[in-house]
């Protein structure tokens, strides 16, 4: 559930099982055997959730807190240990949980689990005075079994048995101490109960002796020398590391593999064990290759097994292109990137087909498992997949994303397809929709040649590169596609219309995708909402971001462009009403939160956009003190600053109520001042170490930081004239500032974790809207900055089409900014632009938003986002943000 209040931190509980749309787990079906036990007479069962299976003795009460036992268990023993550990159970009258069925257990002890309870198929509730005694039961019935080592625990004795001290219910209201389920009370203190992937004792627990003794003796146990000191780590999985490590014996710089025991499970039923071992077996067989890793060692230390191989030079093919690659015009640079890329293709080729003449099929081409070093040499690593045989087909069991092979193909085929999509990265690296759309690597195709040809790039070194493309194309097997995704296909019209009958022939196919988008998400889902969105979304139908309000604002401003009034009758009549009936029955349920973007302020201002106006000012009358005193953030997107922008939004449009607008004026002035003398109360200053576009993580720009508080004190200053405001406006957007940088290009961008953001809600494109808007107020050093920030705008083409973090908010920006006011031409070129991301469906087109993964109709990233951009070019303004007119 979703706290009332946003904390910094969001768990998003999706799947993709939908072929065309992001759902949530609990609306998925799960039809893999389920794992069920004996029910004694006096004993209940209960399913709490979707994951779990809970049995307890009647009229027994488990303590609060105390050693939880845990079993762990391979795939093929799982329902013969479950079966031993409930017999135990029952025998102690101990409480128990088990996974509820085989997916759970290979979901939870897969490579992507998370390491803090991976491992975890059952759960013992003992009572100290039993403990002993049911764990030498336990160790008795269990000695002969193996399962992954628990991380959070320790290891009892030899069986897959492991303890840890920690919270096992809810606290009794009105009988026990009010306690949070994560903590602990010890010697009358509330302490956090840890669950990180590593075992801690709680400070303060008394031990009884037997404990203390298998603590003793663990600890003498586990102590090993090590024949490679770790240097640093390159990534963690449930399945163990890679390392950066310095071999002992060889007196070499190596990368370090490592694997636990019985982790890593796929679907195919192999453990990362088993993908070590062919990794070593694939480089034995490659060993005089030049661009593979050679193996210096292997062994197990303690429980684990280790490779060590060459530490090959070079950095990943993704971060090669993001420096190569000419994102930006101004950034063509020398006319060599075509020519270079065809070289490494031409390499990348010999080496899989050398591999292959040796019976060796890597099975997961991308481009992070290719090193470019500073020649342009090919290395190929990570062959953990590696096959040796490529008389059947097989099914491929790991890819990264628009890498994986539609079909079931020979090991050689797979191969050469993740050859074949590496090359259309390289000419143009937009690539993650053809996981989602087969095909859809052709579609760029034509882009990635008019962009090499406006850029005067040699022509023979396009024909060169396209020639390579082809030769791939025509050497793997072709698709016969029979998924669902199967109606929705690639977009092969070319946009070149210049008038505006030719311009709203698209609007009617963003209408028509919608429609097909709207119906097939009612067909398949279970949710109650009534369009797709972004998982990001899932559970927040408030709001302008993810809301069925939203989209449904989004759908009337574009069909208003088409001028088809009738078009706003009928069927969106009636389910306008019923969605903003549901939407505001809701505003009483907790788990909403109260802000613009995500909450019940946002919902009450898009009633208004609907026109609904006197229901939404008697709406906004109602719900104001509360929503302002249940706001801890100040930001726009969740904050009090969006409920101000939007009390002053009603204020200037006639709001009929001299208390609430007392209210708002004085509230607004208490907010100005106190952000004046304190801005790092209200945000975060500076850049942020956070590396996300999760909204909640985020605590920069337009949305989430100083800079939309800066909009809020721009309309303020508008409508009230206080000079105040304008100076708070000044503030916010030079203490936005101090987390911005140039880059390489001279283009200035928002600051966050490892890289630069150019984005509408983080970053250039919502800092150059906030300077547009409100130029007449600001400081000439601030409006210095424009020609910076336009640079970082004017891109080719953007990862993502979205409005918040994609080539929306990019191209809207950088158009209000220059302010020709051709609506028609600047809506052609956004067009243009985004039809390298629309997909075909019937006769419509849609977008999979910031994935490239799945049909997305949201504000934020999806349909409604390129609707709110459009008719914020026709009527030449931001029209995503309250503003006085």
């Not at 003796?217 to 163990?240: L, W, Y």
């Not at 800079?707 to 409508?719: I, K, M, Q, T, V």
Request: net charge negative; proline share 3%; glycine share 6%.
């Amino acid at each position: 559930m979703i706290s009332l209040i946003r904390r910094n931190t969001m768990q998003y509980e999706f799947n993709l099982d939908n072929p065309l749309f992001f759902v949530n787990s609990e609306d998925s079906v799960d039809t893999s055997k389920k794992y069920s036990v004996v029910l004694p007479y006096d004993w209940h069962e209960v399913a709490n959730n979707t994951e779990w299976v809970t049995q307890y003795p009647m009229n027994h009460i488990i303590d609060r807190q105390g050693w939880k036992v845990h079993i762990s268990a391979t795939f093929e023993d799982s329902h013969e240990i479950l079966d031993i550990v409930a017999q135990v159970c029952h025998e102690f009258l101990v409480t128990f949980k088990h996974l509820s069925t085989e997916k759970r257990f290979i979901l939870r002890n897969s490579k992507i689990a998370n390491r803090g309870y991976s491992g975890k198929f059952i759960t013992c509730y003992p009572g100290l005075e039993i403990l002993e005694d049911f764990l030498n039961s336990l160790e008795q019935r269990l000695k002969d079994f193996s399962g992954p080592y628990i991380l959070s625990d320790k290891r009892w004795e030899r069986a897959p048995i492991y303890l840890r001290y920690g919270v096992f219910r809810d606290a009794i209201p009105n009988q026990e101490e009010p306690l949070k389920i994560d903590e602990l009370l010890i010697s009358g203190k509330s302490v956090k109960d840890s669950r990180e992937p590593r075992f801690v004792v709680p400070e303060g627990i008394a031990l009884p002796v037997f404990l203390k003794k298998w603590l003793e003796d663990s600890e003498q146990t586990e102590s090993q020398d090590f024949p490679f000191v770790i240097k640093s780590a390159i990534r963690f999985s449930n399945s163990g590391g890679i390392y950066r490590a310095h071999l002992k014996e060889a007196n070499k710089e190596v990368i370090l593999r490592e694997v636990r025991p019985y982790t890593g499970l796929d679907f195919d039923g192999k453990y990362s064990s088993d993908r070590l071992t062919a990794e070593e077996s694939a480089l034995i067989k490659l060993k005089d290759m030049y661009s593979v890793p050679n193996v210096l060692w292997s062994g197990t230390v303690w429980e684990h097994r280790y490779l060590a191989v060459d530490k090959m030079k070079g950095i990943p093919l993704n971060r090669w292109v993001t420096k190569n690659y000419p994102i930006y015009d101004f950034a063509a640079g020398d006319k060599k990137y075509l020519s270079r890329i065809y070289s490494i293709l031409t390499e990348l080729i010999s080496l899989v087909e050398e591999a292959h003449s040796r019976n060796v099929f890597h099975q997961d081409i991308h481009l992070a498992n290719i090193l470019i070093d500073e020649n342009d040499n090919v290395s190929l690593i990570d062959w953990e997949q590696a096959r040796f045989d490529d008389t059947n087909k097989v099914e491929q069991q790991a890819a990264a994303l628009g890498f994986g092979s539609w079909i079931n193909d020979f090991p050689s085929q797979i191969d050469w397809y993740g050859v074949k999509q590496v090359a259309h990265y390289l000419f143009f690296p937009l690539l993650e929709q053809s996981a989602f759309v087969c095909g859809y690597e052709l579609q760029l195709l034509k882009h990635a040649k008019e962009l090499f040809t406006r850029l005067d790039f040699p022509q023979n070194d396009i024909d060169a590169v396209e020639r390579t493309i082809e030769y791939l194309d025509q050497k793997v097997t072709p698709v016969r596609n029979l998924t669902t995704k199967k109606i929705v296909k690639p977009f092969n019209d070319s946009i070149e219309f210049c008038n505006q009958l030719d311009v709203l022939e698209y609007y009617n196919k963003l209408v028509r995708g919608l429609y097909v988008a709207y119906n097939e998400w009612n067909r398949t889902s279970k949710g109650d909402r009534k369009f797709p969105v972004h998982y990001y979304g899932l559970d927040i139908n408030q709001g302008i971001a993810y809301s069925d309000l939203g989209i449904l604002w989004g759908y009337r401003e574009l069909v208003t462009l088409l001028q088809e009034e009738d078009a706003l009758q009928g069927e969106f009549f009636h389910l306008k009403q019923a969605i903003i009936q549901k939407t505001i029955s809701s505003f009483d349920n907790d788990k909403f939160s109260p802000g613009l973007f995500d909450g019940i302020v946002g919902s009450i201002w898009i009633i208004y956009k609907l026109g609904e106006i006197d229901l939404a000012k008697k709406l906004f009358v109602e719900h104001f003190n509360s929503l302002l005193n249940q706001c801890e953030s100040k930001n726009l997107y969740s904050g009090g600053a969006g409920i101000l922008l939007v009390g002053i939004y009603m204020l200037s449009k006639g709001l009929d109520d001299e208390l609430i607008e007392n209210k708002i004026i004085e509230k607004l002035e208490l907010f100005s001042r106190e952000y004046q003398k304190n801005p790092n109360s209200f945000c975060p200053v500076g850049k942020s170490e956070t590396q996300s576009n999760d909204p909640y993580q985020n605590t920069g720009g337009l949305l989430y930081g100083h800079l939309g508080l800066g909009w809020l004190f721009g309309e303020a200053f508008r409508y009230t004239h206080n000079e105040l405001y304008k100076e708070c406006l000044n503030l916010a957007i030079l203490t936005e500032l101090e987390a911005y940088d140039l880059d390489r290009m001279g283009s200035l961008q928002y600051h966050q974790g490892n890289r630069l953001l150019p984005y509408l809600s983080t970053g250039s494109a919502g800092m150059l809207l906030v300077i547009v808007r409100n130029s007449q107020f600001l400081d000439g050093e601030l409006l210095n900055i424009q020609d910076k920030l336009e640079k970082a705008v004017d891109s080719n083409f953007c990862v993502f089409p979205g409005l918040f973090n994609g080539l929306c908010g990019l191209e809207l920006s950088k158009r209000l900014y220059r302010g020709k006011n051709n609506p028609v031409n600047d809506q052609r070129e956004l067009l243009k632009k985004l039809s390298i991301y629309f997909s075909s469906i019937e006769r419509g087109v849609i977008i999979a938003g910031d994935s490239g993964l799945k049909i997305t109709t949201d504000i934020a990233s999806g349909f409604g986002g390129i609707a709110l951009s459009l008719i914020s070019l026709q009527n030449n303004q931001l029209e995503l943000l309250p503003h006085i007119s």
